[in-house]
């Protein structure tokens, strides 16, 4: 019998090792296919943070339509970046760094902090009290929401950043964040997309950078690992397929069976995987 270790690195399509070139290939091909196969869509649009994934999914989705407008002379292929910030963003310089890097075909900035506060102020008049842990759900929420009305306008489709090292964890809000049309970085583990932005020359200091959701008003820049409770360096290793301490293989396969249902549609009356 396969080893709970052996059926999550089958689940998420994780390979042990990779070449970079050649995933790199594999991704931007994926995004091309994708557009070429659905004419109607003519864009991309990604949420641009400052951090390592976005900065990552952001290339590779603006060399995949670069390369389709050369290809077919389409010039409406194009990629969309949005900056969504909520309020001020501790760090970002990195968001700008970021986008230098990416070249976007088209860059918009919408601040969440009005429409998040007013709608949490809705609830305060109710007497229904939200905690600055869900607020930070709903900061997520509220991106993904900024992310397809820009898809509604512009035949567009959205890139989402999950990949094997959060989505074993469930470590993102669902339908929030969580939600998207494409996952061009899935399969590939954290240090796997620190090598693919390496390959692609991005700022060191983009993949080397301490990973965060800064989400909490409380708390900025908590670092993942620490929400978390277990390193990306522990994730990584249990992905390649290697032995990890006790602990933190237990960690991580008790936070992969309670957010088995982030990695499934929502649940019917015909689905069974949740049944014990
Ligand atoms: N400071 C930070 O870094 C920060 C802040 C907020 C959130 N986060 C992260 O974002 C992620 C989102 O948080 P979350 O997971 O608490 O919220 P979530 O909204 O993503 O998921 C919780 C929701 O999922 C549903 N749910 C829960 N268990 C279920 C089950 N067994 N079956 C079906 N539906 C179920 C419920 O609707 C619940 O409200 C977490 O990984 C969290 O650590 C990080
Ligand atoms: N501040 C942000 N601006 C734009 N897009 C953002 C911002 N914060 C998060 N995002 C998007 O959400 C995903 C997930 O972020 P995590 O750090 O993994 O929680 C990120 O890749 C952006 O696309
Ligand atoms: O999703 P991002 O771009 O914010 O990357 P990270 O998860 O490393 O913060
Ligand atoms: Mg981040």
Do not use: C
Request: avoid cysteine.
């Amino acid at each position: 019998m396969k080893s709970l270790q052996e059926e999550i690195i089958k689940k998420l399509g994780v390979k042990a090792s990779i070449n970079p070139e050649e995933e790199i290939r594999r991704r931007i091909d994926f995004l091309k296919k994708y557009l070429l196969t659905h004419p109607f869509l003519e864009t991309y649009v990604l949420g641009i943070s400052g951090g390592q994934d976005s900065t990552l999914a952001g290339r590779l989705a603006q060399m995949a339509v670069t390369e389709l407008r050369e290809e077919t002379g389409r010039k409406d292929y194009r990629f969309i970046a949005i900056r969504l910030p909520y309020g001020e963003q501790a760090d970002e310089t990195d968001s700008q760094k970021a986008l230098d890097f990416i070249q976007p075909d088209e860059r918009l900035a919408i601040n969440i902090k009005t429409s998040v506060d007013s709608l949490v102020a809705e609830f305060t008049n109710e007497g229904f009290s939200i905690g600055d842990f869900n607020k930070g759900n709903i900061k997520a929420r509220q991106r993904m929401i900024v992310q397809y009305a820009v898809a509604g306008e512009r035949k567009g489709a959205v890139i989402g950043t999950d990949h094997a090292a959060e989505s074993i964890t469930g470590f993102y809000t669902k339908f929030g964040d969580g939600a998207a049309d494409l996952l061009p970085l899935s399969g590939l583990n954290k240090r796997q997309g620190r090598q693919l932005l390496e390959h692609l020359s991005a700022p060191s200091d983009l993949y080397e950078k301490i990973p965060t959701a800064d989400l909490e008003d409380n708390k900025p820049l908590v670092a993942d690992e620490e929400a978390l409770g277990v390193t990306y360096e522990a994730i990584d290793d249990y992905l390649e397929g290697k032995e990890i301490s006790k602990e933190a293989k237990v960690k991580i396969e008790q936070l992969y069976q309670q957010s088995e249902h982030k990695r499934h549609l929502p649940i019917t009356l015909w689905d069974s995987f949740w049944k014990k």
